[in-house]
Nanobody, 121 residues
Framework: QVQLVESGGGLVQAGGSLRLTCAAS????????MGWYRQCPGKQRELVAT???????NLADSVKGRFTISRGNAENSVYLQMYTLKPEDTAVYYC???????????????WGQGTQVTVSS
């Protein structure tokens, strides 16, 4: 069984910062890309940032220059550092990872349960 657990969400004023953490655990053989997505009520889930196992990053245009994504030394964790937050960043943020389990032969997509980020104006 593989789990992704997010933490670090909360309420912050516009212009503030938050750091989200996602930790993968369970019967993990290998992790490929990891990333963060977000979803506002009534809207589709959208990509925020991704990072490959080699460290190559991709960020949505709306967060470039304000957010950074990184992976932990143990490679089983991923972080989203958010600066200069805006009210439009308010959403539920989901962690995503492509993981091959110990019993598997291919990579599958896993999702965390989501963490709420609310930015007040």
């Amino acid at each position: 069984q593989v789990q992704l657990v997010e933490s670090g969400g909360g309420l912050v004023q516009a212009g503030g910062s938050l750091r989200l953490t996602c930790a993968a655990s369970g019967s993990i053989a290998s992790i490929d890309a990891m990333g963060w997505y977000r979803q506002c009520p009534g809207k589709q889930r959208e990509l925020v940032a991704t990072i490959t196992s080699g460290g190559r990053t991709n960020l949505a245009d709306s967060v470039k220059g304000r957010f950074t994504i990184s992976r932990g030394n143990a490679e089983n964790s991923v972080y989203l550092q958010m600066y200069t937050l805006k009210p439009e960043d308010t959403a539920v943020y989901y962690c995503n990872a492509a993981i091959r389990s110990l019993l598997g032969v291919r990579f599958n997509d896993y999702w965390g349960q989501g963490t709420q980020v609310t930015v007040s104006s």
